[in-house]
């Protein structure tokens, strides 16, 4: 489980910031870049502090996305 918060834009990217809840999470963190209703951007962060990213390509998008 994570909890979840804009962070702000970048290069037109609306950022989400992903924290896990459970201090044992695979990840501590995720940075999700969305464009439009695209995935266009992934950034995780270990527990080690250790980052992965991923530019995402056009094949991902999500549909019916709703901003609470």
Do not use: C
Request: aromatic letters at 6%; proline letters at 0%.
């Amino acid at each position: 489980q994570f909890e979840v918060r804009e962070a702000g834009e970048m290069d037109g990217l609306l950022l989400l910031e992903l924290r896990a809840i459970d201090a044992e999470a695979e990840f501590e963190r995720v940075l999700l870049g969305l464009q439009g209703d695209e995935l266009r951007l992934m950034a995780m962060e270990d527990a080690f502090g250790l980052h992965t990213v991923k530019l995402v390509s056009d094949r991902i998008g999500f549909s019916g996305l709703q901003r609470h």
